[in-house]
T-cell receptor, first 115, second 109 residues
Framework: DVKVTQSSRYLVKRTGEKVFLECVQD?????MFWYRQDPGLGLRLIYF???????EKGDIPEGYSVSREKKERFSLILESASTNQTSMYLC??????????????FGSGTQLSVL | AQRVTQPEKLLSVFKGAPVELKCNYS??????LFWYVQYSRQRLQLLLR??SRESIKGFTADLNKGETSFHLKKPFAQEEDSAMYYC???????????FGTGTRLQVFP
């Protein structure tokens, strides 16, 4: 069974702190994604990685960076957390298009509160 | 830019009533469309995709390129269908998936 694991279910941080959100997948997926989920705004793509050390900006990358040093791990970094980054963060992974079973598999989410 | 629009934030129906969750997209080429669902306290998961032309849990969705729509339908709603539904789009030369704002479906007994 595919597993996408996000290291924390709930996280509380202070404004200005550097925050790391970790995601690990065990299905050897090439693609990994970070979304934030907000009521009324749906899922918005922050960053996308299609290979180790490769990344692509999504729709809302400002204030975030990512790291993919190993295929199974994709980290989201908030360099200086702000209150408007309070949100549910979802990690997902998938095979590339054209490969069987190319759907996204999601983690259970990290609810980040920035005070 | 590519965009997915779900005009309804909330859709409430009674058990046994037909359901249609609307999804419109903007993309000039040939997209691939998906519906994802999130049940209470569960992970977001794929419900169906247009290329499979499948019916999952009684739901179907037809891609209408003329109207740029991919509405999700079910003839008889069940209480267990209550969930958050997201329409999503991917397009040529990318694996990125763009989501809509979601529609919460409430099915009352």
């Amino acid at each position: 069974d595919v597993k996408v694991t996000q290291s924390s279910r709930y996280l509380v941080k202070r404004t200005g702190e550097k925050v790391f959100l970790e995601c690990v997948q065990d299905m050897d997926h090439e693609n990994m994604f970070w979304y934030r989920q907000d009521p009324g705004l749906g899922l918005r793509l922050i960053y996308f990685s299609y290979d180790v050390k490769m990344k692509e900006k999504g729709d809302i990358p400002e204030g975030y960076s990512v790291s993919r040093e190993k295929k199974e791990r994709f980290s989201l970094i908030l360099e200086s957390a702000s209150t408007n980054q309070t949100s549910m963060y979802l990690c997902a992974s998938s095979f590339p298009r054209g490969v069987a079973n190319e759907k996204l598999f999601f983690g259970s989410g990290t609810q980040l509160s920035v005070l | 830019a590519q965009r997915v629009t779900q005009p309804e934030k909330l859709l409430s129906v009674f058990k046994g009533a037909p359901v249609e969750l609307k999804c419109n997209y903007s993309y000039s080429g040939s997209p691939e469309l998906f519906w994802y669902v999130q049940y209470s306290r569960q992970r977001l998961q794929l419900l169906l995709r247009h290329i499979s032309r499948e019916s999952i849990k009684g739901f179907t969705a037809d891609l209408n390129k003329g109207e740029t729509s991919f509405h999700l339908k079910k003839p008889f709603a069940q209480e267990e269908d209550s969930a958050m539904y997201y329409c999503a789009l991917t397009f040529r030369n990318t694996d990125k998936l763009i989501f809509g704002t979601g529609t919460r479906l409430q099915v009352f007994p």
